[in-house]
């Protein structure tokens, strides 16, 4: 009989060591599944939020330098050498808890078109540039945003508004009371291209043509037409740079804006009384992805 208890104690002791076993484990993971929780719930937004605000960032600088680049290469007049400029699609993640938020890069030569139109002892002068790219982020976590390079210009777009980070090269100043425009021009030539993706996209650029042209001793209206859908950012342009020069709306410059297809509007703006225009005409070669240009 005592090796009877003993032996039935020994089985009762067996199985709360059992069950005392199984209820340590379920703890364990549901304190596992509760941090897990936290890390997946809190973290990780955190830091994908943090990740896609450094990326537009280091996307804005690089098309930034992208714009840097034609830049130098219309200051140097140099035709023989195509230049590269990076531009990186996707964030950074966190490896094994989140993807990397891919992006889009398109290249759109026939967009964007800017357009200069004045007469010179009666004769008309239309000049124009062309040409858009857009990198279009469709952030999970921060805000989705655009950055587009257009007519020298480079605006960044949200949902709450947009922003012209760098201005143009369209110049207006006064000498001896008398009114001077310089206004550079820039066609981006190439096949067009939309490339989604996480990975680094390379942009050659090399300028294929270049020119100068003065206009004097005018006394004639400048008008500026411009395709874009961000003409709220242009606008605001234009009328900080006219404030600058004391040239008042409505008795010394005017806009009108109209909408087309899309999300395309045209921006008109005339100056008036505009006495020496400059136009700066250059066509940049661009190939966007894979593949080089061939220079001559």
């Not at 999300?263 to 008036?272: F, G, H």
């Amino acid at each position: 009989m005592r090796f009877t208890r003993g032996k039935r104690f020994g089985r009762k002791y067996g199985r709360e060591q059992a069950q005392t076993a199984v209820v340590g484990t379920i703890l364990a993971i549901m304190v596992l599944l509760a941090f897990l929780g936290l890390f997946t719930g809190q973290y990780i937004p955190t830091a994908m939020s943090d990740m896609e605000a450094e990326h537009m960032k280091e996307v804005e600088q690089q098309i930034a330098a992208l714009r840097q680049t034609i830049d130098n290469q219309i200051l140097t007049r140099n035709m023989d050498m195509a230049l590269y400029s990076p531009i990186r699609l996707g964030t950074d993640h966190v490896p094994a808890f989140s993807a990397p938020t891919a992006g889009e890069l398109i290249f759109a030569p026939e967009d964007g078109e800017v357009r200069t139109t004045f007469h010179d002892s009666g004769q008309a002068i239309n000049e124009s540039g062309s040409g858009t790219l857009t990198f279009y982020a469709p952030n999970r976590y921060y805000t989705p945003q655009t950055i587009v390079y257009q007519a020298t210009a480079i605006v960044k777009s949200q949902s709450r508004g947009e922003t012209m980070s760098s201005a143009p090269h369209i110049i207006f100043s006064t000498v001896n009371g008398s009114l001077t425009a310089t206004i550079t021009l820039v066609n981006m030539v190439g096949s067009p291209a939309d490339i989604v993706g996480t990975q680094t996209v390379g942009v050659n650029t090399r300028l294929a043509f270049y020119d100068t042209f003065t206009y004097s001793n005018l006394s004639t209206s400048l008008n500026i037409t411009l395709h874009t859908a961000y003409w709220k950012a242009w606008l605001q342009f234009f009328n900080d740079t006219f404030h600058d020069n004391d040239i008042t709306y409505g008795n010394g410059w005017n806009y009108t804006v109209s909408a087309t297809t899309g999300d395309e509007y045209v921006l008109n703006v005339s100056v008036d009384h505009v006495e020496v225009v400059k136009l700066n005409i250059a066509v940049i070669d661009i190939k966007v992805g894979s593949g080089t240009i061939t220079t001559t």
